[in-house]
Structure formats: structure tokens, C-alpha cells
Antibody, heavy 119, light 112 residues
């Protein structure tokens, strides 16, 4: 069974850094793309970018380029989403997703993790 | 970030049929596959339809997908109360400097 398990909810202050994780299991982690999707409170889904753990090829949505960093450690089947300086507007639910191919929507989704940024 | 256009809400009685539309453009739906997802509060979204009209294993044939030009449609027959959820369409988009996935704004289904 394919599973994407995210790290737990986070509460941070503006300006702080954060790295959340997504561990994949039940499939060959290095053979599928892993992506991240944001859902701000009361809003729709926004795709942020993807990484291919096999060779670390990373693609970003133009809206998120330079705002976050996506990485992966294939030795532990884990992908990461990282911020260097959080803003209140980063408050959202974040999902990790699996893509079979880069130019198609995802097939599996993790359960989501809530990131709250507040002073 | 632009979105694919979905109706905010639809409703129908148990046992009836409902359709949810998803409108885009040639840079997304018109030239790429569409997927559909069911999202129940507090759970991970679940893939219902991929490559426009294919169902993953385990998805009942009450759910169907179709695409015509720059629009796609999700159909649900034999509505059940358990189908009450938010439904999203998604497609790859090539309109900006880098390809990315676009999602619809979501449609809330009420089974009255």
C-alpha cells in the first residue's frame, strides 16, 4: 500500500525557519516524483513543485520559485519542504503528493500537515 | 496562480446523478490529461479519475470522467450520503515559464 506520511503540525513565528518532511513507503521511492501542494485556510489547492528522488531533479511552480526549497534523501525515502524565513501568509495545510510522471497531476496524497505562522 | 474553473457547489438527492464541470484552456486541459480528486475533511484527497477517464482500482464505476476540448466533467451516479465531499480537478499547465499543475477551485457536493 502506497503511503505518504508527513511530519506533525508546526507553530512558528514570522522570520523563523522550518523544514517539514514526507516519508514514502509501499513503492520504489526513487522511481516516482514527490511534490508539495499548499491549501491556505478556506482556499483551493496550489501546486508548489516536485522532486525526483532518484537524481534530485527539482522543478518549481513559478509562484513558489525562490520562496521554498524542495529536497529529498533517498536513503530514508523522505522528501522535504523548507522555508528560510516564514511569513504569516505561509499559514496553510501542506500536502505531499506522488506523481507517476512529471507532466501529469499526482496520484497519491499524504494526509497533510498544518503550518501556523503567528507572532 | 490561475485556477481551473469549477462550480462552487452542486447538490442532488440520494440515488440521483450529478455532474461537475472543470473549464480550462489550451495550455492545460486542452493538451494535457485531467485528474479528479475527492477530498473529505481531515483526510488526504483521493484520486478518482486519471488520464481524463480512467478509474484507479477500487474506485466504483459510479464515478466517471470525460474531456472535450478545454473542459472536463466528473460524473457521479447513484449518489450516496458518503459522497458528500469537495471535488477537485487538476491538469498540467504550460502557460507560464515553467510547467506546473493547476487545480480547480473545488466543488462542494451536497447529497440532500
Amino acid at each position: 500500500e502506497v503511503q505518504l506520511v508527513l511530519s506533525g503540525a508546526e507553530v512558528k513565528k514570522p522570520g523563523e525557519s522550518l523544514k517539514i518532511s514526507c516519508k514514502g513507503s509501499g513503492y520504489r521511492f526513487t522511481s516516482y516524483w514527490i511534490g508539495w501542494v499548499r491549501q491556505m485556510p478556506g482556499k483551493g489547492l496550489e501546486w508548489m513543485g516536485i522532486i525526483y528522488p532518484g537524481d534530485s531533479d527539482t522543478r518549481y511552480s513559478p509562484s513558489f520559485q525562490g520562496q521554498v526549497t524542495i529536497s529529498a534523501d533517498k536513503s530514508i525515502s523522505t522528501a522535504y519542504l523548507q522555508w528560510s524565513s516564514l511569513k504569516a501568509s505561509d499559514t496553510a495545510m501542506y500536502y505531499c503528493v506522488r506523481h507517476v510522471r512529471v507532466a501529469e497531476p499526482p496520484d497519491y496524497w499524504g494526509q497533510g500537515t498544518l503550518v501556523t505562522v503567528s507572532s | 496562480q490561475s485556477v481551473l474553473t469549477q462550480p462552487p457547489s452542486v447538490s442532488a438527492a440520494p440515488g440521483q446523478k450529478v455532474t461537475i464541470s472543470c473549464s480550462g484552456s489550451s495550455s492545460n486541459i486542452g493538451n494535457n490529461y485531467v485528474s479528479w480528486y475527492q477530498h473529505l475533511p481531515g483526510t488526504a484527497p483521493k484520486l478518482l479519475i486519471y488520464e481524463n477517464d480512467k478509474r484507479p482500482s477500487g474506485i466504483p464505476d459510479r464515478f466517471s470522467g470525460s474531456k472535450s476540448g478545454t473542459s472536463a466533467t466528473l460524473g457521479i451516479t447513484g449518489l450516496q450520503t458518503g459522497d458528500e465531499a469537495d471535488y477537485y480537478c487538476g491538469a498540467w499547465d504550460t502557460s507560464l515559464s515553467a510547467g506546473h499543475v493547476l487545480f480547480g477551485g473545488g466543488t462542494k457536493l451536497a447529497v440532500l
